[in-house]
């Protein structure tokens, strides 16, 4: 269905999962949530086949879909929980450091703000290494990345992949296997790779100048600090953190693969 | 021998069946010998043969071609004409009294109409009486008003406007008042002249009524034909909020003339009939907990339909193994505890709960997984059949997949529409590895109209999306043409002669010429 379901490779995680061919996903009979979201678990603006389920990562989206007029989502769990629980153990090496994701937005965006005083407020903060993944576009621009080049480790997981041209399989694969090396994750917004990180095993972070992007609704940035707040400053406590983060990924609702095949599906595969 | 009392119907035959089924069989039975008993109005002929083994009957009933075709003593007529030369020691009326006066002379209303019956009794003698409950289960998942009746013997369709007490306690009440005080009463499932459950009243209030729910879930599941509503939820729900008496089909009151010791029979807490004529009661045990036992295994036929002249003769055919014996198998023993699994697999599905509702499904397919939802009852982790005398069915779940979308239930997969594919869903979420074919012939399941109406919307929904979804692709598609076209060009530009390309070349150059003017205009 809509190319969205191949973003991240979250189509070819789940084909994993179902026994089928990771690298050749089929197609899935509705639209997976690609990112962790307050809305209806449908990026803003995806185009919408009427009628098509939404398989949504957590009942409380669910829920909230259901209020805003999207009655056919389905709890799956996210893809990345799929990852987690089909994936090979934990890497034994110590984690060590912060992994830190500035705020991005997609490619048609631009984030508005102050990088120096991030990065020094970062720096201020973080008593390890401090390893910074950068969205795509942020770090093919040699500017931004160089600011960040100064003050740690830089990274880019991959591209998540447009219009099924390019996209990197294994963007969850590499993310995870980062993410594993590090004790913290942080960010100036909670997001997607917060909740990643989390649930991988990290103690998650939310500080410093949030920035904004272009046109942004700042009302839903707010209202998500005013919803969780137990996930914002620089030192939540990582237990309460983790049960928060681990209902929004859908922890507790993955489906078996044949439920799974027959949901998206994928049944006669 | 029929006595013309006068009143009679020398061209009418009752429309509808007579009263009687496996348990007024069963309690009938449990009258003494050597008796009188006057058998008032339309009664099963099964059942008046079973209590003519040994008894001295005698029948009354209006019509005269069903007077004809009954056994034995007969009194054909109308109630006020009965008068009290005769006494007996019980009086059956387990039709009510709806249907004992013809339209010639006084048409007796509820209480005047237990008088004349009172009176026939000796003192002491025994009442055995129907009361149809006009706000039951029944009357309310009916698609057709009683007050609206075009039978030969609706006359004066009275239906909620009649004057028949309307609680079980009222009818106490009421009976008392005519001097004949209650012994015992009974709530009745489905129907008030062929009940297949019998419960007290009591039992309903302090009772296991997890299980008392299920008995009436499975009591009326497949007793009416056209229903407004689906009959099962609203009868579970009603026993399990604590309305199961005062929403039964029928009360059965066993009444007393004066407080004299007489023949009586006792009820008890609960006691139903399976599809086979099983009967089985539910008693309480002294530690507080519930024991059933199969007391009576017959098979009984079919009852007559309207007209129908079969006899039969006392103490003849299907004789029932006498009260006590047991069966074999989990019938007998304790009962278990729980709630009805379509219950809470439904209740799962509502409430999107996804876990619970796969724990269910998993815990059921393992444990019970030819026991259709209907007839297991959960508690925990511990799965139990409801009922053991009924048979297994290979397509448990499918009956599940088919209720969940006949029935308009929201569950948590939304976007499945079509059987096929919930079974396959749900076979995935309750870990099976093979999928169960659905099955060729639609289920039975009651044919309510709220449901239907439920299935009109769900298709007027998946009709306006399709409609919308292919107005969608429509315009994908054009955007997708449009795409195709420009790079079937480029293609050409790059593949095509020299001349086409030198076109093309100019035709880009003039473009951007246009643009760079444009530009400077702006």
Known sequence: MHHGNHFYGHAHVLAGYCGLDPADPPRIDGYLQHGWNVVDGLGAGTPYAPGLPIFVWSERTRRRAWSMGRPLATVTGAPFLYLLRSGGEPSAAEREGTIWYPFHGWEGQKVSGDHHRLIDEISATESGPITFCLYWNEYQDRRIRALYERAGR??????????????????????????????????????????????????????????????????????????????????????????????????????SPAELRAMLGWAAA | MITMLGGEMPEYAEEHAPAGGPLYRHLLERLPTGIRVLIAGPHDTDLIGALADRR?????????????????????????????????????????????????????????????????????????????????????????????????????????????????????????????????????????????????????????????????SAAVAPAYDQVLSDPRRLAAAAVRRGLGAEMAPAWLAVAQRAHRPGPTITLPPAVFAGPSGTVTEIVGMPDGTWLRRVVSSCVVPLSPGPGDSGTTQPGLAHGPVAAGVTQPGSSHGPLPAGRLLEERLLGAALAHDLPYLRRLLTGWMTALPMVPADNVLVDGDRFTVLDPTVPDQPDALARLAHTLLTGGYHHPWPGVTDVPRLIAVLAGAAGLTEVPAAPDDPLPAPDGRREHEEQLDALRRRLADAEARSRFFEV??????????????????FSGNLGFRAAKAGLVLARAARNRLRKGRS
């Open chain 1, 154 to 255: 830089v990274i880019c997981h991959g591209y998540r992949g447009y219009m099924r041209m390019r996209t990197d399989p294994g963007f969850l694969e590499n993310q995870l296997a980062e993410l594993r090396r590090h004790r913290r994750v942080a960010s100036n917004r909670l997001s997607t790779a917060v909740l990643y990180g989390t649930a991988a095993g990290c103690e998650p972070a939310v500080y410093g100048d949030p920035m904004y992007l272009d046109k942004e609704d700042t009302p839903t940035a707010d209202r998500i600090r005013r919803e969780w707040p137990e996930l914002h400053g620089p030192a939540p406590d990582p237990a309460t953190a983790r049960e928060i983060v681990l209902a929004e990924l859908g922890d507790g609702h993955l489906a």
């Open chain 2, 56 to 216: 001295d009957v005698t029948c009354l009933v209006r019509s005269q071609p069903d007077a004809e075709a009954l056994p034995g003593n007969v009194l054909c007529g109308t109630l006020s004409k009965l008068t009290d030369a005769d006494r007996y020691d019980v009086v059956v009326a387990l039709d009510g009294t709806g249907r004992l006066c013809s339209p010639e002379g006084p048409q007796l209303d509820w209480a005047e109409s237990v008088r004349v019956l009172r009176r026939a009794l000796r003192p002491g003698g025994t009442l055995l009486l129907t009361v149809e409950n006009e706000l039951g289960v029944h009357r309310l998942v009916d698609p057709h008003a009683p007050t609206a009746s075009r039978t030969g013997d609706a006359w004066r369709p009275l239906g909620e406007f009649g004057t028949a007490p309307g609680r079980p306690d009222r009818l106490a009440a009421a009976l008392g008042a005519e001097g004949l005080p209650v012994a015992a009463m009974a709530a009745a499932w489905p129907l008030p002249g062929r009940p297949t459950l019998l419960i007290n009243p009591e039992t309903l209030r302090y009772g296991p009524l997890d299980a008392l729910a299920a008995f009436a």
């Open chain 2, 476 to 493: 994908e598609l054009e955007k997708r043409e449009a795409e195709l076209g420009r790079a079937k060009t480029q293609i050409a530009a």
